[in-house]
């Protein structure tokens, strides 16, 4: 038996984050009623990202540049300074004030026990890993002000404490539970000029 195409897609689209069943059935009725050519060009673009896509070896940044992304890549940065966050899209914000000149580790999540994510299911082994064999002499932990974020942030910084490394903390200049994505750029520039030693 095959499936009945419609509700097969509406099925994936409702796996999305913010997109309930109703919001999925709009959107495929949407794609089949008025706008069949963008269903070649999601097709397209999905198929490039599921190829192309990955997590740099060396920061988990996504790229699409090979196995190391362009800011690894780069030459003119500092590589004294690293700057841990926990998501691709607090890296982008970073990114986007221009004044950060270091690298970063993206841990892509925070530690949450009571939804069973320890450090074993972030990106931390590599970031041991990357201290191991690298001249880094200050890390900045850039994780969200929330509580979840600020306990990773304490984690981090006690793991870290033998290693001979000046670990501080982004100012809270970042809005209290906010994500550092929807920081503006002062906000967050102040909030990376602020940071203080743990
Ligand atoms: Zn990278």
């Known amino acids: 038996m095959s499936l009945d195409p419609i509700q097969h897609t509406i099925e994936q689209f409702a796996k999305l984050p913010g997109i309930g069943e109703r919001t999925a059935l709009r959107l495929v009725l949407h794609l089949i009623a ?13 198929v490039q990202l599921e190829q ?3 997590e740099c070896e060396l920061c988990h940044m996504i790229t699409a540049d090979g196995a190391r992304c362009s800011i690894c890549r780069s030459v003119s940065r500092d590589s004294k300074i690293l700057c841990v966050v ?19 580790h993206v841990l892509h999540g925070v ?10 299911d972030l990106r931390i082994a590599s970031l041991f890993e990357r201290l191991k064999q690298s001249e880094i002499s200050e890390i ?3 994780t969200p002000s929330t509580v979840e974020g600020e306990a990773t942030a304490l984690y981090l910084a006690q793991e870290l404490q033998n290693h001979l490394i ?4 982004i100012a809270s200049g970042v809005p209290v539970g906010g994500d550092l994505q929807f920081a ?7 909030a990376m ?3 203080r030693g743990f």
Request: charged share 25%; proline share 3%; no cysteine.
């Open 34 to 46: 008025q706008d069949k050519n963008l269903i070649g060009l999601l097709s397209e673009a999905l």
């Open 52 to 54: 192309k896509v990955a």
């Open 86 to 104: 926990a998501r691709v899209q607090d890296l982008m914000a970073l990114e986007a004030t221009s004044e950060f000149r270091g690298f970063y």
């Open 111 to 120: 530690l949450a026990p009571m939804e069973g994510i320890g450090p074993q």
């Open 140 to 142: 900045i932990l850039a």
């Open 166 to 169: 000046k670990v501080t903390r």
């Open 184 to 190: 503006d750029r002062l906000t967050l520039s102040r």
């Open 193 to 195: 000029a602020l940071r």
